[in-house]
């Protein structure tokens, strides 16, 4: 039972749902989303307050103007993506604090949260207690 426990406890260190990242930056978190997708994804839908750096094209130099006490949560398209896997590996590297969103920002559109961009969809908002 303490090896399930310890494997729960560690998997909630590395990953975050939509629903979690949504409180944590309505209560003033220093949580930062980031898309790892193609700019074109980014352009077309992203989540409120994301930074958009392709996980190809992370590396000291794109990410030098970031805060490193921020955590960085990841994201992709979805299930079908690996982009935000990609990107939580490459911003570890460089020595970011890196969370996973499960499901990508199909599961934040699916729990009923906005997106910004050019197909950005309707849904509730971050009211940020910054």
């Known amino acids: 039972m303490k090896e399930q426990i310890a494997h729960y406890e560690n998997k909630l260190k590395f990953e975050m749902d939509p629903s979690d990242l949504f409180d944590g930056m309505t209560n003033g ?27 190809r094209t992370m590396n000291e130099e794109t990410t030098a103007h970031l805060d490193k006490d921020a955590t960085y949560v990841c994201y992709c398209d979805g299930i079908g993506c690996n982009a935000s896997t990609k990107g939580s590996l490459n911003m570890t590297k460089l020595g970011f604090k890196v969370k996973e969103l499960m499901g990508g920002i199909e599961w934040w559109k699916y729990d009923g949260y906005a997106t910004e961009g050019v197909k950005a969809a309707a ?8």
């Open 29 to 55: 978190e220093n949580l930062i989303p980031l898309d790892a997708r193609k700019p074109h994804g980014y352009e077309a839908e992203h989540i409120p307050g994301a930074i958009n750096i392709p996980h």
């Open 123 to 130: 849904g509730q908002k971050i009211e940020c207690a910054c």
